[in-house]
């Protein structure tokens, strides 16, 4: 049989033409979803999602990243307003949130509720509603509280129990310093940490209608429980509780320092367990065995109960003009397979339905039971009151606890700060 020569040529020109075109098309179809994260004990957990869920869609791409909070909080505004923003951020939720979907950054994702009711909880997941929007989903729950170091609180002769009660705590910290040790550990230069005692004093003391009655009322936040909250702070710092230095010591630093066995205990975030560990000079910390776990005190005559809880619901948003992939890798991202070995490794409490099954540390496991059994779970107030009141917030509790600030002024910048928004 003859080939015509030309006649093959002009096929397989034809042939690698179609075949760069196809090559071409399918590259021109390759997404990227961009993900920007500030938990970095979850990172590894969840890079590993990404990997898992790339290798089964091909054509898309999902890179994952981590920021350190600060950085991320700072930095996050600009990113929103640039052409470079991520396709999917972390979000404590709160007023923050609102105020970025204000600013027509944040996608509505109301359309695909249906498809994650299922899969998380109620109540974290409406935590991401605005005015009956969906515009995110939660993957985390997370409580703040006192967590204490057995070999140190024994050494200062210390029972826990005494800690239930405001003048119990205050004894215990008098008893610990008594016996030299450094009875809190405090990152007070990222000010944020400082704000959980104020928070909490806030809680025990107004109960759980005192935000929103000062969101309502005209003067709201300079009523006596704002005030009040700050006299107990004045209080707790005279005692000088906290590390020497503890003002210009950063959050990450204090972990280590906890880690070391420099201070008996610290007021926070249950993921700090894990970052002792991690940032402990040894790189071992304070093996969990030897960690003791213990809700704020109640403060006598406050209406708030020692069963209502600090802590937050973090999770993701879809940003402006991300591509669709981003929703469906956010449905992959909360679905219990995918949560699954961060809750057997005791990386947080993930707000997905059926985890708490695989949930193997006895610490994240106590920290779950006491957010189920929360009677109020409050949000961190430096993210529900909004990105400009939260700061005050903040500031305020830093600078009382410093000696900077009175009470009564600290609520009237907090008020200032609510007016002006």
């Known amino acids: ?138 993957v985390q729950l997370s409580e703040v509280l006192l967590i204490y170091n057995k070999t140190l609180l024994a050494k200062a002769g210390v029972d826990p129990a005494e800690m239930k009660t405001w003048d119990g705590f205050l004894g215990a910290l008098k008893k610990t310093k008594g016996a030299g040790v450094t009875p809190l550990i405090m990152g007070g230069a990222d000010k944020w940490p400082m704000h959980f005692i104020y928070s909490y004093l806030l809680m025990r003391l107004g109960g759980s209608d005192v935000l929103t009655k000062a969101e309502a009322t005209e003067g709201g936040f300079t009523a006596q429980p704002f005030v009040e909250a700050g006299a107990k702070l004045k209080e707790l710092a005279a005692l000088e509780p906290f590390q020497e230095g503890w003002l210009g010591t950063k959050y990450l630093p204090s972990q280590g320092q906890f880690g070391d066995g420099k201070g008996m205990m610290a007021l926070q975030l249950n993921g700090f367990i894990q970052g002792q560990q991690k940032n402990a000079t040894d790189g071992k910390g304070i093996a969990n065995d030897q960690i003791g776990l213990a809700p704020f005190p109640e403060l006598p005559g406050g209406k708030g109960k020692i069963t ?27 679905s219990a397979e995918a949560q699954k070995a961060a809750a057997e490794a005791g990386v947080y409490v993930p707000a997905t339905k059926g985890t708490d099954a695989f949930i193997k540390n006895p610490l994240v496991a106590e920290v779950a039971r006491a957010i189920s059994n929360s009677t109020w779970h409050q949000n961190f107030l430096d993210q529900d009151l909004g990105p400009s009141v939260g700061r005050v917030v903040n500031d305020v509790s830093v600078a009382i606890a410093a000696g900077d600030m009175t009470p009564e002024d600290g609520a009237q910048q907090i008020q200032d700060a609510w007016d002006q928004r």
């Open 308 to 334: 209502d809880t600090l802590g937050g619901v973090q999770g993701f948003l879809v940003t402006k003009d991300a591509p669709k992939e981003a929703l469906d890798f956010l449905k992959y991202f909360v």
């Open 1 to 138: 049989m003859r080939i015509n020569a030309l006649g093959f040529l002009k096929t397989m020109v034809g042939a690698g033409l179609a075949l760069a075109l196809a090559t071409a098309a399918a590259a021109a179809q390759d997404v990227t979803v961009r993900m920007l994260h500030v938990n970095e004990t979850a990172d590894p957990f969840w890079k590993k999602i990404a990997e898992d869920y790339n290798a089964t869609h091909k054509g898309v791409k999902v890179v994952v990243d981590y920021m350190e909070n600060e950085a991320y909080k700072a930095k996050l505004p600009t990113l929103l307003q640039s052409d470079d923003r991520p396709d999917i951020i972390y979000s404590w939720a709160g007023g923050v949130m609102r105020a970025q979907i204000e600013a027509g950054y944040i996608q509505d994702i109301s359309a695909h509720k249906a498809e994650f009711d299922p899969v998380i909880y109620p109540a974290p997941l409406g935590a991401y509603e605005v005015d009956g929007k969906l515009y995110g989903v939660s």
